[in-house]
């Protein structure tokens, strides 16, 4: 869409130990070369298995990605990893203010901005994700929460080399519950067209991913969607046929 290059995007939360490298494999194996010639594909697992997962998947078009980075390059930060870490190991994205970081971690719309910027800093492709409680959906503010996250957590001078937005309803996250068709276009087509504003001709080339419970048996009416450029996965990526069967509605 749009001369866009779809995007299909696996986060595996807080899940995995070195046995799943063997999932990275298969999906690895199993990815049509025709697939892989017409999207990207990215798996994001826990930092502790970046490292063999860039391994496992080098010479490959599979990019390995982190969850989450600090937004400085190195300090007294116990615990945290930076934007120059991940990139150290051959991480080429990183998931930026995912909703879970949000409630669980306090991450702020501000807090999302400096570590796009860090992501940018070491070369990487930040995925900023925004997305609106079942609260806030059924109060009528899902656009006006998401613009708002978009225009605070987007970086200035922002780039499709650079970023990535994910739109991912907090409610449909892990619930199997999802918004209509409808409803995503409308959000989808309001993040571009504010995207358009803050990005100037940049915009129309940065791509929108959506997430909240994707599986195979979705994947293809949610893909087809005016301006979704892909999709990010959370429970469906941790099985290499699920995540490679999302792939396939391409
Ligand atoms: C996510 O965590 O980014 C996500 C979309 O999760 P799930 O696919 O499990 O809803």
Redesign the pocket.
Known sequence: QGGRRPLVAG?W?MNGTRSSIAVVEQIRENLSPDLAARIDVLICPPSTLIGSCVAATYGSSIAIGGQNLHARTSGAFTGSISAEMLADLGAKYVIVG?S?RRAYHHETDDGVHAKALGARRAGLCGIICVGETIEEREQGRALDIVRAQLAIGLPKGATAADTVIAY?PVW????GRTPTPRDIAEVHASLREMLDKLAGDEARKIRILY????KPSNAREILSLDNVDGA?????SLVAEDFLGICAAY
């Open positions: 986060n939360k995912h879970e991912e449909a996250i892990g619930s997430g909240g419970s994707v990010l996965v959370g429970g469906a």
